[in-house]
Nanobody, 115 residues
Framework: QGHIVESGGGLVEAGGSLRLSCVASTSSFRTAVMGWYRQSPGKQRELAATITSGGATNYTDSVKGRFIISRDNAKNTIYLQMTSLKPEDTAVYYC?????????WGQGTQVTVSA
């Protein structure tokens, strides 16, 4: 399934913006469902957003209207544009690759939103 690397996390004040990037080193990128998940301390990993090979997107309710997921198949990259960030968005954000029964995760990137 290849190697997955996230970047773009950091510390931002509430109301600010960040853009996460994820590069997946796999020849099957164009046909894969890609997603961003997040995990806060003491909580289970949860879906933030997904995007299909055809560009259809899905968001968890708490990020709708604030986050936008996109993909660039020429670069094997997906993005998560996050705006109007809230302290409750603080988490490690993981990129996920899924193609049929196969899946892979990146190592995660920390996003911290200060009040």
């Amino acid at each position: 399934q290849g190697h997955i690397v996230e970047s773009g996390g950091g510390l931002v004040e509430a109301g600010g913006s960040l853009r996460l990037s994820c590069v997946a080193s796999t020849s099957s990128f164009r046909t894969a469902v890609m997603g961003w998940y997040r995990q806060s301390p003491g909580k289970q990993r949860e879906l933030a957003a997904t995007i299909t090979s055809g560009g259809a997107t899905n968001y968890t309710d708490s990020v709708k209207g604030r986050f936008i997921i996109s993909r660039d198949n020429a670069k094997n990259t997906i993005y998560l544009q996050m705006t109007s960030l809230k302290p409750e968005d603080t988490a490690v954000y993981y990129c996920n690759y899924r193609l049929g029964p196969f899946g892979a995760w990146g190592q995660g990137t920390q996003v911290t939103v200060s009040a």
